[in-house]
Each structure stands twice: as C-alpha cells, then as structure tokens.
C-alpha cells in the first residue's frame, strides 16, 4: 500500500476537501476494516468511495468480485493504475456517483457485503440509499466521522438522536468495530472516525407502501424538530392539519406536546398505524 500523500504527489493531485477526501493511510487498520466483513471467495463486495484503494486491495484478495464506485475521475484513473500494478484482476471500478448509482444493476441477483470510507457530507444519504436497498445488502462495514455514528446508535431523548436514528433503528442493528484516530488519514481530519458494522433485518414490522410512510412520518416529525408534534406534522408534506395531528398523537397514545426527539421506534410505528391512511381530517 503507497502512502496516500506520496502518491497523490506522484500524480500531481491534492485531496478535494468539497468531496470529504480524507485517505486511510494505515495499512493494518484497512485490513482490520476488511476483515470486520467477514469477506469470503463467494462474495461479491460493493465499496462506497474507494479512493485511492487502501480497502480495495485486501477486499480484492478475499472476494470474488468487487464493485468499487468512486465519484472522483482522477482517482479513478490512479486507482485502475494500482489495481494493475498490484496483478489485481477481480475488481470492477465504476466511475460514477454512489448517489445515483443502480445498486440492483450491480448487485447481479446477488446479495452484497457493503464497505467504505464515507465522507461526512453525503453519509446519511448513502445509509438512506442503502436502507431502500437493504434486499441487496448481505451486511455492511462503514466508516464515518464518529459525531454521525453516534447519532446512528443514540437513544432517544437526546440532541443526537433524529431521523437516521429512528430509520437506522427500525430496520438494522449497529455495532461498534473500532475508533480510528486522525493521524491514520491523509490529510490529517480534524475529528476520529468510526467503523460501525450494520446487519439489516430480515423483516421488519412495515412494508412496501407503509413503511414508505413511515419514513415520510418521522422525515415530518424531524423536519421541525424544536416544535411540538402536534405542530410538526401539521402543515407540511404529511397534508394534516394541527386538529389532524393531534387526534392521530391521542390515538397512538402519544402526548401531543412532545417532541420528536423523545419517541422511541415503537411509539413511531403506533403513530404511522394512527396516520395510515391519512383519513383522520373528519
């Protein structure tokens, strides 16, 4: 593994602070990352961001196959000259946005162990993106400034706590891998990461277009998060009145002058079952 600083001179290219580029530069904590996932010769591996291929490489020595999508074109380019360097034959570098990527289209019929080192300011769009994409995900290893996965596993009633909680919460289980200082990245970030490992549900309490709305209830819930319920519902995209709130809050059991902050997942579930569907303004 070259060090990240040393071949980003090489190339004569600087890490792009607007893209979150901060590389892993530590070899033995990219090798404990791939084997966190439990990596096999059967498996074929999405990785989010590969960047300069601190992960790719030992992921490509245990997979079958991996699919790495990198957004930035110039560390495309740099990363498919590694890959050659390295004899490495099995990974398929896709130059394009994660965001906007068909996972189905590269899944190939296959569930897929997810990995990655996700930049800060599209993290909890990649985990949304995933979660509607949980059918393809075997599991998932991730790595994130450690502020956003502590939101991820926050219990309720705290600031930390919001709407990636709930979601993540309703349909994964989170475990904590390890805590990586900044002196292992590349530039040097200003904060620790953490490697947390997600494992969706097989089921979960909702489905298809229900559970479509309950993401559109607690996204509303959220979406106004230091007023009460009652008038965080009302008014925006969930089409109820504050009358309308209110008697779905009462009949969740819910005391409508609290805050979303303070539900739990259950009590979010009782009050999508209250709204649903949405015939509560008489």
């Not at 070259?2 to 530069?25: I, V």
């Not at 990219?30 to 990596?39: K, L, T």
């Not at 292992?184 to 494992?199: H, Q």
Request: hydrophobic letters at 45%.
């Amino acid at each position: 593994m070259t060090y990240p600083g040393t071949l980003l001179k090489q190339q004569r290219l600087m890490a792009r602070k607007e893209l979150g580029q901060n590389f892993l530069s530590d070899p033995n904590a990219a090798r404990m990352i791939v084997m966190s996932a439990g990596i096999s010769d059967r498996d074929r591996v999405l990785e989010i961001g590969p960047g300069l291929g601190a992960l790719t490489i030992p992921a490509a020595g245990q997979a079958k196959t991996v699919v790495a999508v990198e957004k930035d074109t110039r560390l495309a380019g740099v990363l498919l000259d590694e890959l050659k360097i390295e004899g490495i034959d099995n990974v398929e570098l896709i130059n394009n946005d994660i965001l906007r990527q068909d996972l189905a289209a590269l899944a190939q019929g296959e569930k897929m162990i997810v990995i990655g080192n996700l930049p800060y300011n599209i993290s909890s769009q990649v985990l949304f993106k995933l979660v509607e994409n949980r059918h393809l995900v075997k599991r998932a290893v991730l790595m994130f400034q450690k502020e956003l996965a502590q939101r991820i596993a926050a219990p309720p009633g705290g600031r930390e706590y919001g709407r990636l909680s709930v979601v993540m919460q309703y349909c994964s289980t989170v475990k904590k891998i390890a805590d990586l200082p900044p002196h292992l990245f590349f530039p040097k970030p200003a904060v620790e990461s953490r490697v947390i490992e997600v494992t969706f549900f097989e089921t979960t309490a909702f489905s298809g277009a229900k559970e479509l709305f309950l993401f559109k209830v607690i996204k509303a819930a959220f979406s106004k998060r230091r007023k009460t319920l009652r008038n965080s519902l009302a008014g925006g995209e969930l089409g109820i009145d504050t009358g309308g709130s209110i008697r779905a809050l009462e009949s969740a059991g819910i005391d409508p002058v609290r805050r979303a902050e303070t539900l739990d997942v259950k009590e979010y579930l009782r009050l999508a079952d209250a709204l649903w569907p949405l015939d509560i303004e008489g």
